[in-house]
């Protein structure tokens, strides 16, 4: 429909002969929903988008660079300011990779605290990706009931860790410390109070059909053009693509647990529309309940700090780990030459690979629907720029 | 009487005209619009509060009452900014004719039986009129702001002002057309008694038409309802200052007093169009149950109570516009423009053609 638009006003304009010329609109980098210092150039016809570019490195703080100077463990508070909404899936990457490099065996325990760790930060993550999605469409009220459930969650780590937001908690080769004897409790309890809030925000927001009006059909994403761009996550699933790494390539405890990967079906539109996208979400916060409560079943007893070697040195060599954060596959390419300090970490954060296919679903719709599609992109800057 | 004592004081009827002339205009200004405005945005901040699982403004006197009165005088004492490359005469006018557009609109709505402005027999037409001015005010605003934002929100909000008064219109005219007259003060005395003699369901006096009337009086009071939410710039049609593309739309780049007209003028805006909507559908100032000035052989009660009953209306409308914005997303310029010109005028036309049938019979 909205590529009919563009067809319209470009011949309107021919018969009139009036003499009409592309606006430039800076969107950003101060701009209430660019998610970040993110500054999008957008090409105008009217209100038809005919270009995105996006500028980025507004947030660049050399985390690749700053690695090599820095001893292994040291660059794990580092990893937390990445993904700054999923620390927790930024540290449990890194430990992941190095535990390959190093080939070290991490007691059950801490297996799976991280994977309770890493699935209650997918719901916080998840729960902002979903408020400021109900924000950016106009509806303010979601985002708080969002936030109300976020802040239970970051009670969560901080009676664990004593951090709300960059929590150093998972190490290479354990955690920094055990959790709180109230912790099992706790998560159990909010995931109980967790549940019909989720029903609450999908009555308030999933199915009104407003906000079906402006979301579906706006911004498909086709699943090829997805596939060769790299986009992974809920974006590719969004897309009906079953690819999960927590299935297709399991690391940590992933595979004795039983989940499922909810993929966009296109109830309301295309598949691969932004509706979809954000659907996928909402659905994979219950399984990450799902996740959690059974981890928690199964909880074994033991120490969390025995496997951490007490000094790091691996053998010349290199390394891919990579994990499913909630934003997609968060890979470090770690290069050793032997050293106490990683001679390169390369980092792929999903975030950067998403923000490139802008230009390519946003051709053709309005103004309004760029700042639908970057929002059911749910992109983190700090991740982008490093 | 207020004339003839100035003519008193002064000696002189042109300067007793004036002085008089000017404390009329600025009576409903500092009697009803101020403390309505400064209410308003409490109730807003309250309301939106309550919504979202919060408590909203709490420390400046109980429950933060006089909050909206610091955040004003804050306003009044902020610096006039006016940026290098604004058309500065435009920028200047456009926040007083927005304001004078909305504020105008009070000179017709009848507060009570003995409390109008003027009583104008043209009442809902000079209204629909008057309040055109704001759209003049919003455009300029955004064209002599110099700024993208500002112009796109403009131009979409005239757009929107623009579609939208015609439902309202043809609803309004569906309304003259049953009673006969334009003047808001006599389509309210035509509602007095009980609340069967509402326009809402059906107007006074029990015939076959008052029953046919009825679904059609309520599709008129919807249509006529969410347009003036487009009108007024509110959700799901906040479009023209929608937060999350456009900054704030036309007032992007005002402050301090300018930003403070503005808004001043949107919250009036809530009030007058609510006002329409309880004037001609909902009695206007008549009690739905009698009055009790009556019951008592208290007749100086009847203005109070009349006044009561057409702020509590008006107020409810205003509520319920506040209610619908903390619930609802925001709707696409394009499918903003497809609810008006294609559901909304279809249907009021129907509606219309209907209410003409019904009224020939």
Known sequence: MSQDLTKNTKVSSQSSKIRTEEMILNMGPQHPSTHGVLRLELGLEGEIVTKVIPHIGYLHRCFEKHCEAMTYPQVVPYTDRMDYLASMGNEFGYAVAMEKLLGIEVPQRVEYIRVIMAE??????????????????????????????????????????????????????????????????????????????????????????????????????????????????????????????????????????????????????????????????????????????QALDQLPEGDVTSAIPKRIKPNVGHVYGRVENPRGELGYFIVSDGSTSPYRVKVRPPSFVTLQIMDEICK????????TILGSLDIVLGEIDR | MMYDFFVDLFGSSTLAGIISG?????????????????????????????????????????????????????????????????????????PVLTFAGSYAAFAAIPFSGYFIGTELDLGVFYI?????LVVAGILMAGWASNNKYSLLGSMRSVAQIVSYEIPTMLVLLSLVMISGTMSLHTLSEMQTGYIWNWFILGGPGFTLSKFLLIPLMFTGFLIIYISTLAEVNRTPFDIPEAESELVSGYHTEYSGMKFAMFFLAEYANMFAVSAIVAAVFFGGYQSPFGYLGNLVGAEWLIPVEQFFWFTAKGLFFVFVQMWLRWTLPRLRVDQLMTTSWKYLIPIAFVNLILIGLITLL
């Open chain 1, 120 to 293: 209650l930060q997918r719901i916080a993550s998840h729960l902002v990706a979903l408020g400021t999605y109900g924000a950016d469409i106009g509806a303010f009220t979601p985002f708080l009931f969002c936030f109300i459930d976020r802040e239970k969650i970051l009670h969560l780590f901080e009676i664990t860790c004593g951090a709300r937001l960059l929590y150093n908690y998972i190490w290479v080769g354990g955690l920094s410390h055990d959790i709180h004897p109230d912790f099992v409790r706790k998560t159990r309890e909010f995931i109980k109070e967790f549940r019909p809030n989720l029903k609450e925000i999908n009555d308030l927001l999933t199915h009104n059909r407003i906000f079906i009006d402006r979301t579906a059909n706006v911004g498909v994403l086709p699943i090829e053009t997805a596939i060769n761009f790299g986009v992974s996550g809920p974006n590719l699933r969004g897309s009906g693509m079953k690819w999960d790494i927590r299935r297709d390539d399991p690391y940590s405890v992933y595979s004795k647990l039983d989940f499922d990967i909810p993929v966009g079906k296109g109830t309301y539109g295309t598949t691969g529309d932004s509706w979809d996208r954000y659907f996928v979400r909402v659905l994979e916060m219950e399984e990450s309940c799902k996740i959690i409560e």
């Open chain 1, 364 to 371: 053709g719709y309005m103004v309004a629907d760029v700042v």
């Open chain 2, 22 to 94: 000017l404390i009329q205009a600025f009576l409903p200004l500092f009697t009803f619009i101020l403390p309505f405005a400064l209410f308003a945005v409490w109730l807003e901040r309250k309301v939106s509060a309550h919504m979202q699982d919060r408590l909203g403004p709490m420390r400046v006197g109980w429950h933060g009452w006089k909050q909206t009165i610091a955040d004003i005088l804050k306003l009044i004492q902020k610096e006039d900014i006016v940026a290098k490359d604004n058309d500065k005469l435009l920028f200047n006018i456009a």
């Open chain 2, 128 to 132: 629909v009129a008057v309040t055109g």
